[in-house]
């Protein structure tokens, strides 16, 4: 079983930057496939930005290809959301979430493939 806990959301201005972060506990965090979602008020959860065990296979939902970038350092237990030019609708709350092993090389984003879930942190970009 593995605990998740995001940190790094914030306000700021639309063009703005944050970096969210996704501390994994457990000893087996690299044999785990990592996911970004987000949930907007009155919207449902939304895949953002996903990467495999390894690292080398990302996948990001459209609305945020080329401003987004999913990485991972698994010697930390971490995995990270770099966001850049961030717009309005791009506030939510955005959970980490873990897909358990064993897991093929992909980068998932479903939500009903993913096992565990954090808390969630609340990212607000201001017009």
């Known amino acids: 079983q593995v605990q998740l806990a995001e940190s790094g959301g914030g306000l700021v201005q639309a063009g703005g930057s944050l970096r969210l972060s996704c501390a994994a506990s457990?000893?087996?965090?690299?044999?785990?496939?990592m996911g970004w979602f987000r949930q907007a008020p009155g919207k449902e959860r939304e895949f953002v930005a996903a990467?495999?065990?390894?690292?080398?296979?990302?996948r990001y939902a459209a609305s945020v290809q080329g401003r987004f970038t999913i990485s991972r350092d698994n010697a930390k237990n971490t995995v990270y959301l770099q966001m850049h030019s961030l717009k309005p609708e791009d506030t939510a709350v955005y959970y980490c979430?873990?897909?358990?092993?064993?897991?093929?090389?992909?980068?998932?984003?479903?939500?009903?493939?993913?096992?565990?879930w954090g808390q969630g942190t609340q990212v607000t970009v201001s017009s």
């Open positions: 979430a873990a897909k358990g092993p064993p897991v093929g090389s992909n980068a998932y984003y479903r939500i009903n493939e993913y096992d565990y």
């Open positions: 457990g000893r087996t965090f690299s044999s785990y496939a």
């Open positions: 990467i495999s065990w390894g690292g080398g296979i990302l």
